[in-house]
């Protein structure tokens, strides 16, 4: 279906300059972090006093900005200025938890390739971040990766399918094309056959993708034991959401502040959509994992009922939030709009970290519980 063409600042809106990737959308302000979650099926003090045989293990903990904290705030200088790594992410948790030597070379925007042989473009000026396997070693003895969303293409289809309404249209055209829902171009019908072309993706380059990396990774550090982070649920199943939950990232505000906060605006044809293309990703990082024969730390199904769409308080995946004064530390600016998002949109607010420490400990104190001493 075509519409009239939009408001120019909505399509601007949609174009994001510079580094602008699966990392970089945005997170609002976090508040202090919470203690262990009670729904999570896991004690960080217990795990610490079942684990104090893994104290002084060297960790190096690799990946994107799932593994760096993109949006929780403060951010240090490693691996270098401009990977908007978190100072509470879950490795620097994990780590303090259980008495481990930490090396976070966890950086926003980072991609399979980052990992294994590109060095990161960061943002900041012409620094860039070294391949993050750089600091893997004979002596390296854990580590943890979350990665595979930005090989997929998350930030332009989180662009691409925001919406006007619950069902459409679309703020923004797709390669010239208006649609109701981004589904209609990710997965179009083509003489009744649906073609979805993000699960084509992840069978066909991020799978590859990531058993290259993971063998990368079990060459460079044959002593470790390697935990692999799946990323949490961001968009709702139809149990917890049957018709979607749409919310606009504009609302009644006529383009002036205040915004609404943590939006989710999408439809709920695409909300659907979304779940199912996570659950493949999940899957597919998972059978590489397990390949491997590393340790898979599933994250999606327990953060079911903790979704982008969960109630205030209870959710631990970020909305979208809007904002009239882009600030390089704290949103990512819109491309010449004059708008920008809040730093740690559809990523782990503080609580969501906090649940991904808990399953990581876990995972490590079962595996080096009963095998050092």
């Known amino acids: ?188 019908v083509v003489h009744g056959v649906e073609r979805d072309r993000l699960a084509a993706r992840i069978k066909n380059t991020v799978a590859p993708r990531l058993a290259q990396t993971f063998r990368t990774i079990a060459q460079r550090a044959p002593r470790a034991k390697v935990f692999v982070v799946g990323y949490p649920m961001i968009a709702p199943d139809a149990a917890q959401s049957p018709k979607g939950c749409f919310s606009s990232i504009i609302g009644d505000s006529g383009l002036e502040p205040p915004f609404p906060q943590n939006s989710f605006p999408f439809t709920g044809t695409d909300t659907a959509y979304f779940h199912k293309t996570e659950a493949e990703l999940d899957g597919a990082i998972q059978s590489a994992a397990q390949a491997r024969g590393f340790t898979y730390v599933s994250t999606f199904d327990g953060s079911s009922a903790h979704t982008a769409c969960a109630s205030a308080g209870s959710a631990w995946i970020a909305g979208l939030t809007l904002t009239d004064h882009p600030d390089p530390a704290n949103s990512t600016k819109l491309g010449d709009t004059g708008y920008g998002l809040l730093f740690g949109s559809l990523h782990p607010n503080a609580a969501g970290v906090a649940y991904l420490r808990d399953q990581t400990v876990a995972a490590i104190t079962r595996a080096h519980g009963h095998t050092h001493g």
């Open 1 to 188: 279906m075509r519409h009239a063409p939009r408001p120019r600042w909505s399509t601007a809106l949609l174009i994001t300059g510079g580094v602008l990737t699966a990392a970089s959308l945005a997170v609002g302000a976090a508040g202090p972090l919470p203690a262990a979650h009670a729904d999570t099926g896991t004690s960080v003090g217990s795990a610490v006093a079942a684990s104090s045989s893994s104290r002084g293990l060297h960790y190096v903990a690799l990946g994107d900005s799932y593994a760096s904290g993109f949006g929780v705030a403060p951010y240090g200088s490693g691996p270098a200025a401009g990977c908007a790594q978190s100072t509470t992410d879950y490795p620097h948790q994990v780590a303090s938890s259980l008495g481990l030597r930490l090396d976070d070379r966890s950086c926003a925007g980072a991609t399979t390739a980052n990992v294994t042989r590109v060095p990161q473009p960061t943002g900041a000026g012409n620094v860039t971040a070294a391949p993050q396997v750089a600091a893997l070693s004979a002596s390296t003895d854990v580590v943890t990766i979350s990665i595979g969303g930005n090989d997929l293409g998350f930030t332009d289809v989180v662009t691409n399918c925001i919406a006007l309404g619950q069902d459409g249209p679309l703020f923004s055209d797709i390669n010239g094309v208006s649609y109701d829902h981004c589904k209609d171009h990710y997965a179009p």
